[in-house]
């Protein structure tokens, strides 16, 4: 079970028509796709149509139909990376929902941050995000890859205009997100995580 790649699932935390968070996640994604024993299942937030009213309710049967896609694939995963813009000094509505919808799947497994937005290059997103996991029995992973300005740090061809900084914040996030994920599997493996 340990030797097996480590899967992790990428999720584009924002569902708008004008984002810019695409650009973001395929440039972490080419840092996931430089290591050998990592498999990445992207998860675009445009794609998943799920309802507002969240799984307090019974889920019509659109939204099931959405579920048997996602769930199945989140529950695969050993950790993930969330790409989340900053809207208005928080992250967005889309992902928040997603989240709620996915209740037990994030449960002891690593959740890494990406983020860009603004002077705080969208800190203020992954520092709500960390209280929300916090209650879900997922563990954060401390460093973080954060874009300050936006679009203005990367260029036309889609690549970071100052790469080494943020290539390098990003192997430390890898490096620590692959330890996490696979200590949890391991513990895991031995005895079942238990959330209360």
């Avoid at 990367?154 to 490096?175: I, M, R, S």
Wanted: aromatic share 8%.
């Amino acid at each position: 079970m340990t030797d097996r790649p480590l899967r992790v699932a990428l999720i584009i935390g924002s569902a708008r028509k004008s984002r810019f968070t695409t650009t973001v996640a395929a440039w972490f994604h080419d840092r996931l796709a430089e290591r050998p024993d990592v498999e990445t299942d992207v998860v675009d937030l445009a794609d998943v149509d799920l309802s507002t009213g969240g799984p307090s309710h019974e889920p019509d049967p659109a939204d099931v139909a959405v579920l048997e896609g996602t769930a199945p694939r989140l529950a695969a995963a050993d950790a993930f990376v969330v790409v989340t813009p900053e809207y208005n000094h928080s992250f967005p509505a889309a992902l928040k929902n997603f989240v709620d919808w996915h209740l037990t799947e994030w449960s002891a497994k690593p959740v890494g941050f990406v983020s860009h937005g603004g002077i705080s290059g969208g800190l203020r997103a992954v520092e709500q995000l960390r209280q929300v996991f916090a209650e879900l029995h997922a563990v954060t992973i401390r460093e973080t890859v954060s874009f300050h300005g936006g679009p203005a740090t990367f260029g036309d061809d889609g690549q970071p205009l100052a790469p080494e900084g943020c290539t390098g914040a990003a192997k430390v996030l890898l490096d620590q997100l692959q330890w996490w994920a696979l200590a949890l599997r391991e513990a895991k493996a031995r005895r079942p995580y238990l959330a209360g």
